[in-house]
């Protein structure tokens, strides 16, 4: 059984752990640096990246978090992948290991939280690939810019990028785990080796 560790410090890491039980994954929720042992990807939910930082920082899981993702694959989802990000353009905690530009709270007061159908052609070898995907954001970054060979896996009509992935790293402005589709969460573990 392959085994996926949530980050769980902070935020919606529930809900991820949920659903990787219905794919037949068995989740494990990481807190320490030694529970990242024996995982073979890593799921960092949303929630509110300075606090995930900062408890990162005080549970010493920063360095051990970029170790773990030189090899392995991790997924961040809305504040998982503002921390995930090589830049912020502020002076908060991240990981540093995804060559994108995030720009937080990218969708002002009037949007704190919409949800948007988007067309993803990455997930075209799913079974409902011609449905689009209904995703969530609740005060949602946005990534500015793919640098390196990150890459665009989804944008909104005005073509702000909402999705990257970069080999195996994955980040989205949305959260999948909030819905009951779960294609984002298989294509995650497609890229798990
Ligand atoms: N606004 C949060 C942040 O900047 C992210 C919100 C979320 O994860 N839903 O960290």
Redesign the pocket.
């Known amino acids: 059984m392959m085994k996926i560790g949530v980050l769980a410090l902070q935020?919606d890491f529930a809900e991820h752990v949920n659903i990787l039980k219905r794919l037949k994954v068995e989740p494990v929720e990481v807190r320490l640096p030694q529970q990242l042992k024996d995982l073979q990807g890593l799921i960092i939910p949303?929630?509110?990246?300075?606090t995930?930082g900062k408890l990162a920082g005080d549970f010493g899981l920063l360095e051990p978090l970029r170790e773990f993702g030189r090899q392995h694959a991790i997924w961040g989802?809305?504040?998982?992948a503002?921390f995930l990000s090589k830049d912020v353009r502020r002076d908060q905690p991240i990981l540093g290991l995804m060559d994108i530009l995030v720009q937080?709270?990218a969708f002002g007061r009037q949007v704190d939280s919409f949800e948007a159908d988007l067309i993803i052609p990455e997930l075209k070898n799913s079974p409902r690939s011609e449905i689009p995907f209904h995703a969530i954001f609740?005060?949602?970054?946005i990534i500015e810019k793919v640098e390196a060979d990150a890459r665009v896996l989804a944008a909104l009509p005005d073509k702000r990028i909402v999705a990257a992935q970069q080999g195996h790293f994955l980040a989205t402005s949305f959260?999948p785990e909030l819905t009951n589709d779960t294609r984002f969460h298989e294509y995650f573990l497609s890229l798990v080796d």
Do not use: L
């Open positions: 935020g949303g929630g509110e990246s300075t995930i989802t809305c504040a998982g503002i937080r709270n609740i005060r949602a970054p959260h």
